[in-house]
C-alpha cells in the first residue's frame, strides 16, 4: 500500500520573497520588482531576478558563498520541523535531497582567473568548491545530520528529481525523513552560458507571448522536510501564510512522472511527448484522472521551443479541459532559477492549496502569469491566470511541471489531505 508523504511548509528565499508569505503575495500581485538589469564581467547586460542587497546575511558554512547564504536563508525557515525530526528518528535518519546546478562559480571563477595570471590558486581555494555534493554537505553540517546526502543536477528539472529520490528514499525505508529542495544562483557562468545558446532575453520574460523572445534567469532556494508523519509536516507552521491555516491544511506528496526525451542535449522533443509522458506518469501514480487537477504551475521558460511544446503537452493531457484548468508560469516574478526551480514553483503550490484552504471560489487567488497578454495563436489554447480570471472550483490538487536540458521531464502532483 503507498503510504502517504506530507510536506511541510516551504522555506523560500528568492527574488519575489525571502519567506513565504512575501514570496505568495508577489506572486498573487504579478509583482516583478525583483527582476533588475545586471552587468556581467564581460559588458553585457541583462535582466535577472535578483535577491536585494542586505537580504541574506553570512553563515558558518566552510565556504561561505551566495549559494550557501541563499540556501541558508530558506533552511532557517524549516529549522524548527528539520530539528522535531531529528529529535524523533534520529540524525542517521534523515536524507538530504537537493537540486543545483552551480558548482561554486562565485569562488571557483575567481580563483581560476589568479591562477591564470599568477599562476596559483588563492590559498583559500579548495577543488572541494567545485564539487557538486558541496550544497548538501553543507546542510548536514549545519543540523549535524549523519544519513545519505544527494545533489541531483538534471538541469531545469534537478530539485523535481530531488523530491522523487527523497520519496523513494522515505517509502524505502531507508529513512524516516528528508530535506529535499534545491538551490542555485544567477552567476556570469550562468548568464553568460545561456546567452551563448541564444536563449536569454533582453527583455523581462514574456511566456506563451507571440513576441515572446527567452528566458530571465534568476537565483533562489526552496526547502521542505518530507516525512510520513503529519505532525512534523505541521511542525512550525502558521507563520508561513496569510491566513495562519498550514496546521489545518496538511499538504502531501500524491504523484510523480519522469521521462526522458534524450533527443537532444539542450532542446526538448517538438511535440512535447516527453512532457506527455511524465504528466501522464504523475497521474496515473497519483491515481488521479486530468479533471481532478485544480491549478497546473507550469514550466513556461519563454522561449520558443519549451512554450510550444509545453502548450502541446497540456493540450493532449487535459483534452478539452486544457483551456478550463487555471495555469501559469512564476518565472516572470522568480526569474528561472535553474535547480532551484522545480523546488521554488512547487512552494507555489503549497502555497495554492493552503491559502485558499477556506476560501470560497470567489475569494480564490492564484499566482498571476504576468506577460504582454498577447497568446501566441499558434499554440493550444491554455488558462492563463490573469487578475480577472474567475474560478469556479476549490484549489486541492496542483501539478506541477519542470523540464530540464536533454529532456529530462518531470512532473509533480501535491494536494491537500484531511486535517
Known amino acids: 500500500m503507498k503510504e502517504?508523504?506530507?510536506?511541510?511548509?516551504?522555506?523560500?528565499?528568492?527574488?519575489?520573497?525571502?519567506?513565504?508569505?512575501?514570496?505568495?503575495?508577489?506572486?498573487?500581485?504579478?509583482?516583478q520588482d525583483g527582476l533588475v538589469k545586471v552587468k556581467t564581467h564581460s559588458g553585457r547586460e541583462f535582466y535577472a531576478a535578483k535577491i536585494a542587497g542586505g537580504a541574506l546575511k553570512k553563515t558558518s558554512a566552510r565556504y561561505d558563498m551566495r549559494a550557501i547564504q541563499i540556501e541558508d536563508a530558506a533552511l532557517e525557515q524549516i529549522a524548527p520541523a528539520v530539528q522535531a525530526a531529528k529529535?524523533?528518528?534520529?540524525?542517521?535518519?534523515?536524507?538530504?535531497?537537493?537540486?543545483?546546478?552551480?558548482?561554486?562559480?562565485?569562488?571557483?571563477?575567481?580563483?581560476?582567473?589568479?591562477?591564470?595570471?599568477?599562476?596559483?590558486?588563492?590559498?583559500?581555494?579548495?577543488?572541494e568548491i567545485q564539487g557538486a555534493d558541496y550544497p548538501a554537505t553543507y546542510i548536514k553540517e549545519k543540523f549535524g545530520l549523519a544519513g545519505p546526502a544527494y545533489v541531483f543536477a538534471t538541469a531545469c528539472s534537478s530539485s523535481g528529481?530531488?523530491?522523487?529520490?527523497?520519496?523513494?528514499?522515505?517509502?524505502?525505508?531507508?529513512?524516516?525523513?528528508?530535506?529535499?529542495?534545491?538551490?542555485?544562483?544567477?552567476?556570469d557562468t550562468v548568464l553568460l552560458g545561456f546567452d551563448s545558446l541564444e536563449a536569454v532575453s533582453e527583455n523581462k520574460t514574456n511566456p506563451f507571448s507571440a513576441a515572446r523572445s527567452g528566458i530571465t534567469l534568476g537565483e533562489g532556494a526552496a526547502f521542505f522536510l518530507l516525512s510520513k508523519d503529519k505532525d512534523l509536516a505541521r511542525a512550525g507552521c502558521g507563520g508561513s501564510t496569510d491566513s495562519g491555516l498550514a496546521n489545518n491544511c496538511p499538504v502531501a506528496l500524491l504523484g510523480w512522472g519522469e521521462s526522458a526525451d534524450a533527443s537532444h542535449m539542450t532542446a526538448p522533443l517538438a511535440d512535447g511527448s516527453g512532457a506527455f509522458c511524465a504528466m501522464k506518469?504523475?497521474?496515473?501514480?497519483?491515481?488521479?484522472?486530468?479533471?481532478?487537477?485544480?491549478?497546473?504551475?507550469?514550466?513556461?521558460?519563454?522561449?520558443?521551443?519549451?512554450?510550444?511544446?509545453?502548450?502541446?503537452?497540456?493540450?493532449?493531457?487535459?483534452?478539452?479541459?486544457?483551456?478550463?484548468?487555471?495555469?501559469?508560469?512564476?518565472?516572470?516574478?522568480?526569474?528561472?532559477?535553474?535547480?532551484?526551480?522545480s523546488a521554488v514553483e512547487l512552494a507555489a503550490c503549497w502555497l495554492s492549496i493552503v491559502?485558499?484552504?477556506?476560501?470560497?471560489?470567489?475569494?480564490?487567488?492564484?499566482?498571476?502569469?504576468?506577460?504582454?497578454?498577447?497568446?501566441?495563436?499558434?499554440?493550444?489554447?491554455?488558462?492563463?491566470?490573469?487578475?480577472?480570471?474567475?474560478?469556479?472550483?476549490?484549489?486541492n490538487v496542483c501539478m506541477s511541471n519542470s523540464f530540464g536540458f536533454g529532456g529530462c521531464n518531470v512532473s509533480l502532483i501535491i494536494g491537500k489531505t484531511n486535517g
Not at 479541459?321 to 516574478?333: C, D, E, F, G
Open 87 to 127: 529529535q524523533k528518528y534520529g540524525a542517521s535518519r534523515i536524507a538530504i535531497c537537493v537540486g543545483c546546478c552551480d558548482n561554486g562559480s562565485e569562488f571557483s571563477v575567481a580563483g581560476h582567473r589568479e591562477y591564470f595570471e599568477k599562476g596559483a590558486f588563492p590559498k583559500n581555494y579548495s577543488l
Open 4 to 31: 502517504t508523504l506530507f510536506l511541510s511548509e516551504p522555506g523560500i528565499a528568492c527574488a519575489a520573497g525571502n519567506n513565504a508569505v512575501d514570496f505568495w503575495r508577489s506572486l498573487t500581485a504579478g509583482s
Open 355 to 395: 491559502n485558499n484552504d477556506k476560501n470560497s471560489s470567489a475569494e480564490i487567488k492564484l499566482p498571476l502569469h504576468v506577460y504582454d497578454g498577447n497568446y501566441d495563436p499558434d499554440l493550444p489554447r491554455l488558462n492563463l491566470v490573469g487578475p480577472e480570471t474567475k474560478f469556479n472550483k476549490r484549489i
Open 281 to 341: 506518469e504523475a497521474l496515473a501514480f497519483a491515481g488521479l484522472d486530468a479533471s481532478q487537477i485544480d491549478y497546473v504551475n507550469l514550466h513556461g521558460t519563454g522561449t520558443k521551443l519549451n512554450d510550444s511544446m509545453e502548450a502541446k503537452a497540456v493540450d493532449q493531457v487535459f483534452g478539452s479541459l486544457a483551456a478550463a484548468v487555471p495555469a501559469s508560469s512564476t518565472k516572470p516574478m522568480t526569474g528561472h532559477t535553474l535547480g532551484a526551480s
Open 161 to 187: 528529481s530531488a523530491t522523487i529520490k527523497a520519496a523513494q528514499l522515505v517509502q524505502a525505508g531507508i529513512v524516516d525523513a528528508a530535506i529535499v529542495g534545491g538551490v542555485d544562483v544567477a552567476s
